[in-house]
T-cell receptor, first 112, second 116 residues
Framework: QKEVEQNSGPLSVPEGAIASLNCTYSDRGSQSFFWYRQYSGKSPELIMF????GDKEDGRFTAQLNKASQYVSLLIRDSQPSDSATYLCAVNIGSSNYKLTFGKGTLLTVNP | NAGVMQNPRHLVRRRGQEARLRCSPM?????VYWYRQLPEEGLKFMVYLQKENIIDESGMPKERFSAEFPKEGPSILRIQQVVRGDSAAYFC??????????????FGPGTRLTVL
């Protein structure tokens, strides 16, 4: 079983819609969850992190964590063409709080 | 307020040569991480270093790869006798090293290594 799984997409949404990105992880002991955005040919850029069950909102972004289901998601409201990128889910696996395991990413395309 | 710096941004080497990748962490950060991203693959953890110490190198290939973070100067990822399979983007990240779940990693622009 892969440690961090994401739907590779591409996920295509119209401008102004809500984009929903999902991630599941295998290690029940994981404590830290991160969403990074990566534009083609660029480096990962931190969008949000979440540690506690429930929702965390930051502007147009909402991260949702459900540890019982081992599931973390990212919602992007009022999607813009500039949101078109690959979104990477990262989870700390095992007992360390530093060793991040990344999913392969979901490619999001926002159509004008 | 410089972020994580990496150089060179692009590096071309012939098979058998050595590649040296450098990383300077963000100001105030003392922990450095190296990741590799192969084409169509996810980011893979390679090594975690603090000043003068390798904390975790479980993701490093056993041969040809080494990393250091000296007391003075940048962290160096060294690849000896490069092969075509080493062609990838190598990213450095840094963090403050806070205990618990609060230690967020910020990434540099990466070095894109091409082995001819």
């Amino acid at each position: 079983q892969k440690e961090v799984e994401q739907n590779s997409g591409p996920l295509s949404v119209p401008e102004g819609a809500i984009a929903s990105l999902n991630c599941t992880y295998s290690d029940r002991g994981s404590q830290s969850f991160f969403w990074y955005r990566q534009y083609s040919g660029k480096s990962p850029e931190l969008i949000m992190f979440i540690y506690s069950n429930g929702d965390k909102e930051d502007g147009r972004f909402t991260a949702q964590l459900n540890k019982a289901s081992q599931y973390v998601s990212l919602l992007i409201r009022d999607s813009q063409p500039s949101d078109s990128a690959t979104y990477l889910c990262a989870v700390n696996i095992g007992s360390s709080n530093y060793k991040l395991t990344f999913g392969k990413g979901t490619l999001l395309t926002v159509n004008p | 307020n410089a972020g994580v710096m990496q150089n060179p941004r692009h590096l071309v080497r012939r098979r058998g040569q050595e590649a040296r990748l450098r990383c300077s962490p963000m100001k105030g950060h003392s922990h450095v991480y190296w990741y590799r991203q192969l084409p169509e693959e996810g980011l893979k953890f390679m090594v975690y270093l603090q000043k003068e110490n390798i904390i975790d190198e479980s993701g490093m290939p056993k041969e040809r790869f080494s990393a250091e973070f000296p007391k003075e100067g940048p962290s160096i990822l060294r690849i000896q006798q490069v092969v075509r399979g080493d062609s990838a983007a190598y990213f450095c990240a840094s963090s403050t090293g806070l205990a618990g779940a609060a230690d967020t990693q910020y990434f540099g622009p990466g070095t894109r290594l091409t082995v001819l």
